[in-house]
């Protein structure tokens, strides 16, 4: 059987093995897992380590934020930056404006993203006025193939108890995850007003304005409006021991409650905030950067299965006045622009410290890279997996290659990972069967990405224990749903 292209020599790895075989790709599918493969193009893969493509499923990407910022990679830059790291598909955020429509808000993210994407990509819609009449136009939503959505527990777009309930209820009807950013709103503004007031309004005061109570308060909120509704939650950015707990206990409870953790949580610290002037501002984002005996604990929870992906959270704005300081420099940390890049480094630094320093194993590492994030958002087998049929979306790693960490590929003009070393790293980078990076090189052009149709959440080897029919809670729930 002749293939259009052949991967040949490398080490196989996914989510539950590993294993010495050829990949031979036809029509931009994987055809055949074998030996001695014939094809009219060859990748020789020897010594190196061949994985399903990064599925980088929590970035920021041309897109505004509550500030009415927008982020300074688009789909163009953003696309490239994520290649570059080893993912082969991503899915942003397209955040409603107060008003808009479902349909208005998908059309203007298909705008921005089909004619500049060099890789694929889909969306999680971000609710922030979730209607009568636009909760009645989710299924609409679901038909064109986003079946994930994001709701948040502060800022002026949260959403009520009521509201999220009713969301969550739709999610679960059609088979889709709702996600929430959970923080207690009004703990974080009493804390920032106390603060504020007493002339703390630096960069550093970050940090002690955001308490990881007001996380757990509301992870805890989260998840007992989830159990009430019997529907599947995720919980993003998980940046507390405690709230990692509180997943924990949901799960081994039987609750389809998944976390998700993010570099900036396992790499770096609140002391990056406590810097000069106003270097510290680099480092703002929410929830806020914790303390080292924080990274330990998320550690473990990574090894233990707590967490089901590791998502970079990308959230672009340059350290000048079109990101950072869109609102001056003489102002308090409440108005600077919150979040940082990341989406090139997720993957290189969850290898080096994850898997080269033997916090987890090579197949956790594809499973919190690609595999899950497959599963929970509805593109596996089709993504995420080396398997006959699947898109070969695969990323080549040089486990060797040490680097350090300096300029990446986004738009950005800081690097808040920037020194750090790093062993393994992505060389060649496949989407459906094109190169897209390869020998440091970018292969694609813009608009080669294709949007992806997403299905319903596989709850199938993610979740404990499935809740027992006497829980009252999902008794309830259940019946209100049926």
């Known amino acids: 059987m002749q293939h259009d292209l052949v991967i040949k020599g490398g080490t196989l790895a996914t989510a539950t093995e590993s294993f010495r075989a050829d990949i031979g790709i036809r029509d931009g599918r994987i055809a055949t897992l074998g030996e001695d493969l014939a094809g009219a193009d060859v990748i020789d893969a020897t010594g190196k380590l061949v994985m399903p493509g990064g599925i980088e499923a929590h970035c920021h990407i041309a897109q505004e934020s509550g500030m009415g910022i927008m982020t300074t990679d688009d789909y163009e830059s953003g696309s490239i930056s994520a290649a570059f790291g080893g993912n082969s598909c991503f899915v942003p955020f397209a955040a409603q404006k107060t008003g808009q429509s479902v349909a208005d808000t998908l059309d203007t993210y298909d705008g921005r993203a089909g004619p500049k994407s060099v890789i694929d990509y889909s969306y999680h819609l971000i609710l922030t006025d979730p209607t009568e009449s636009v909760l009645a136009e989710l299924p609409e939503a679901f038909a064109r193939g986003v079946t994930s959505f994001k709701v948040f527990m502060t800022y002026a777009t949260r959403v009520s108890d009521a509201q999220f309930l009713d969301i969550l209820t739709v999610a679960r009807r ?25 002339g703390y309004t630096a960069p550093r005061y970050h ?15 989260a998840i007992s409006l989830a159990r009430l509704a019997d529907a599947p939650l995720m919980i993003v950015h998980v940046s507390t021991p405690r709230g990692a707990d509180l997943v924990a206990e949901a799960r081994h409870a039987g609750a389809h409650v998944f976390g998700e953790t993010c570099p900036q949580y396992l790499f770096l610290t609140r002391r990056d905030l406590d810097q000069p002037g106003l270097e510290g501002a680099k480092f703002i984002c929410s929830p806020p950067l914790r303390d080292a005996a924080t990274q330990a604990a998320l550690w473990r929870h990574v090894a233990a299965g707590t967490f089901s992906v590791v998502s970079s959270d990308h959230a672009p704005y340059r350290f000048d006045e079109t990101g950072k300081f869109a609102n001056g420099r003489d102002v308090d940390f409440r108005k600077i622009a919150n979040g940082m890049p990341g989406i090139e480094m997720r993957l290189p630094l969850l290898f080096s410290e994850g898997v080269v320093k033997g916090r987890i194993s090579l197949r956790q590492f594809v499973a919190l890279s690609s595999t899950n994030a497959a599963r929970l958002y509805g ?101 209100i749903h049926r």
């Open 379 to 479: 593109m596996l087998p089709r993504k995420g997996t080396l398997a006959i049929g699947a898109d070969a979306d695969i990323a080549i790693w040089d486990p060797e290659d040490t680097r350090v960490a300096g300029e990446m590929h986004d738009a950005m003009d800081y690097n808040p990972f920037e020194g750090m070393k790093v062993t393994g790293w992505p060389v060649t980078v496949l989407s459906r069967g094109r190169r897209v990076v390869e020998d440091g090189l970018l292969r694609a052009r813009p608009g080669d990405g294709a949007f992806v149709a997403r299905g319903t959440t596989d709850l199938s080897g993610l979740s404990g224990t499935r809740l027992t029919e006497t829980d009252p809670a999902t008794n309830f729930g259940a019946e």
């Open 207 to 221: 940090a002690p304005a955001r308490p990881g109570l007001a996380e757990e308060e509301a992870i805890n909120r």
């Open 174 to 198: 059609h088979g889709g995850l709702t996600m929430v950013h959970a923080e207690n709103h009004d703990m974080l503004g009493w804390m920032a007003s106390a603060l504020t007031e007493g």
